[in-house]
């Protein structure tokens, strides 16, 4: 299915998010669904996929909505807001959907892209494989990659790979390969409590033989798409981190909301726990916390992509500053979420729980390289650079 996004930002941004309330219903009906069996349900991957949701970053000449940064990651946050896991997903694939998108030739487009429409994409960028390149057009592949999030419920999946020179002269270079699910060899380890639903099951190929079409070299220069493809690594998925960050804290806000208006922490009819000032005062803070958050990071990805339209690269005084900004938001998120679920006392304990599911997934999403502390240093040693 062919979906058509307005291209005027403002309306696009307002479809999208459309979008994902129409899935709602589908998502909310699986997630248990999810939970049990350790990957997404197929019936929420069908319901993202089918709502354009995948195609987030995908270049408009392919049906993809293309969407500026604080786009993304207001969509990401809708969904997360609704089920981390789901997000997860989703701010994966849209990734890998967006980079094959923009980056491999004509030939690997048609082999992919099969009648104009998009499929689920996942992987893993980072070179954990090596390739060696025949002398026919081709490159066997072998490696085994980490966190393969959504492996279970794609079509396609994409693998970082180092190619080996042919001479030790040479220099080393990079490739991104990409190869049909069936290819690759799923290995059963995904046993985890958060981001459970997110079946981030770890993966490897032995000699896979894959023509140089299916590859791309990194991602320097794209054969397709617009200003968004100026924004290289680590920024390019910085957004939809910040979107899982702020969309999990955010449910964990109204979860506690509403939990403290019907219940007590003492004996049965008590006040509730909105009643006591301490927490009044605790929530008042956490809800300035989010929102100062959705405004810094509104405000500084808003101005990536304005620079982005000038045709130029971010420095790499940019790169560590929106890279922090991304660490940043998942750590207050975090104190978010976890006030939250202590405010909630014994009744957080249960599996099921909403607060249990927010305080689970952020702590696993919080273990994401790309948003470890370790980036507040790189920005912080950048900063005086001019």
Same mark, same amino acid.
């Given at each position: 299915?062919?979906?058509?996004?307005?291209?005027?930002?403002?309306?696009?941004?307002?479809?999208?998010?459309?979008?994902?309330?129409?899935?709602?219903?589908?998502?909310?009906?699986?997630?248990?669904?999810?939970?049990?069996?350790?990957?997404?349900?197929?019936?929420?991957?069908?319901?993202?996929?089918?709502?354009?949701?995948?195609?987030?970053?995908?270049?408009?000449?392919?049906?993809?909505?293309?969407?500026?940064?604080?786009?993304?990651?207001?969509?990401?946050?809708?969904?997360?807001?609704?089920?981390?896991?789901?997000?997860?997903?989703?701010?994966?694939?849209?990734?890998?959907?967006?980079?094959?998108?923009?980056?491999?030739?004509?030939?690997?487009?048609?082999?992919?892209?099969?009648?104009?429409?998009?499929?689920?994409?996942?992987?893993?960028?980072?070179?954990?494989?090596?390739?060696?390149?025949?002398?026919?057009?081709?490159?066997?592949?072998?490696?085994?990659?980490?966190?393969?999030?959504?492996?279970?419920?794609?079509?396609?999946?994409?693998?970082?790979?180092?190619?080996?020179?042919?001479?030790?002269?040479?220099?080393?270079?990079?490739?991104?390969?990409?190869?049909?699910?069936?290819?690759?060899?799923?290995?059963?380890?995904?046993?985890?409590?958060?981001?459970?639903?997110?079946?981030?099951?770890?993966?490897?190929?032995?000699?896979?033989?894959?023509?140089?079409?299916?590859?791309?070299?990194?991602?320097?220069?794209?054969?397709? !798409? *617009?200003?968004?493809? +100026?924004?290289?690594? @680590?920024?390019?998925?910085? #957004?939809?981190?910040?979107?899982? /960050?702020?969309?999990?804290?955010?449910?964990?806000?109204?979860?506690?909301?509403?939990?403290?208006?019907?219940?007590?922490?003492?004996?049965?009819?008590?006040?509730?726990?909105?009643?006591?000032?301490?927490?009044?005062?605790?929530?008042?803070?956490?809800?300035?916390?989010?929102?100062?958050?959705?405004?810094?990071?509104?405000?500084?990805?808003?101005?990536?992509?304005?620079?982005?339209?000038?045709?130029?690269?971010?420095?790499?005084?940019?790169?560590?500053?929106?890279?922090?900004?991304?660490?940043?938001?998942?750590?207050?998120?975090?104190?978010?979420?976890?006030?939250?679920?202590?405010?909630? !006392? *014994?009744?957080?304990? +249960?599996?099921?729980? @909403?607060?249990?599911?927010? #305080?689970?997934?952020?702590?696993? /999403?919080?273990?994401?390289?790309?948003?470890?502390?370790?980036?507040?240093?790189?920005?912080?040693?950048?900063?005086?650079?001019?």
């Amino acid at each position: 299915m062919t979906i058509s996004w307005p291209t005027e930002q403002i309306e696009k941004r307002q479809a999208l998010l459309e979008a994902v309330h129409g899935t709602r219903s589908e998502i909310e009906a699986h997630f248990l669904e999810s939970e049990d069996q350790g990957h997404l349900a197929q019936a929420t991957a069908d319901a993202l996929l089918e709502a354009g949701l995948l195609g987030l970053k995908l270049p408009l000449e392919l049906g993809g909505a293309e969407a500026d940064p604080v786009t993304q990651m207001k969509v990401i946050a809708e969904i997360a807001a609704i089920d981390t896991s789901a997000a997860w997903c989703t701010m994966v694939s849209a990734t890998n959907v967006g980079s094959a998108g923009a980056f491999l030739p004509d030939r690997g487009i048609d082999a992919v892209f099969d009648q104009g429409t998009h499929p689920m994409i996942v992987g893993v960028g980072m070179p954990f494989g090596e390739a060696n390149k025949t002398d026919d057009g081709f490159f066997e592949i072998s490696g085994k990659w980490p966190y393969g999030s959504g492996i279970k419920t794609s079509r396609w999946v994409t693998a970082g790979a180092k190619v080996k020179p042919a001479i030790q002269s040479d220099v080393p270079f990079e490739i991104r390969a990409i190869l049909k699910t069936e290819q690759v060899q799923i290995i059963e380890n995904w046993d985890v409590s958060g981001l459970r639903g997110s079946g981030s099951n770890d993966f490897f190929v032995e000699k896979a033989i894959i023509p140089e079409y299916m590859t791309w070299a990194g991602d320097d220069t794209p054969n397709r !798409g *617009g200003f968004l493809y +100026n924004i290289k690594r @680590p920024a390019f998925v910085v #957004f939809g981190h910040a979107g899982i /960050a702020l969309g999990t804290a955010k449910r964990a806000l109204v979860e506690i909301t509403h939990f403290s208006q019907t219940r007590s922490r003492n004996l049965p009819g008590q006040s509730p726990i909105s009643s006591n000032p301490i927490f009044q005062a605790d929530i008042a803070q956490l809800d300035l916390k989010l929102r100062a958050m959705n405004a810094l990071a509104t405000e500084e990805f808003g101005e990536v992509w304005q620079y982005a339209q000038t045709g130029e690269k971010l420095s790499d005084k940019e790169q560590a500053k929106i890279r922090a900004i991304g660490s940043w938001v998942t750590k207050e998120s975090l104190d978010i979420v976890t006030k939250s679920f202590q405010y909630a !006392g *014994g009744a957080a304990l +249960n599996k099921n729980n @909403p607060l249990q599911q927010c #305080f689970r997934d952020m702590y696993a /999403a919080s273990q994401h390289y790309m948003v470890s502390a370790t980036h507040f240093e790189s920005y912080g040693s950048e900063y005086f650079n001019t």
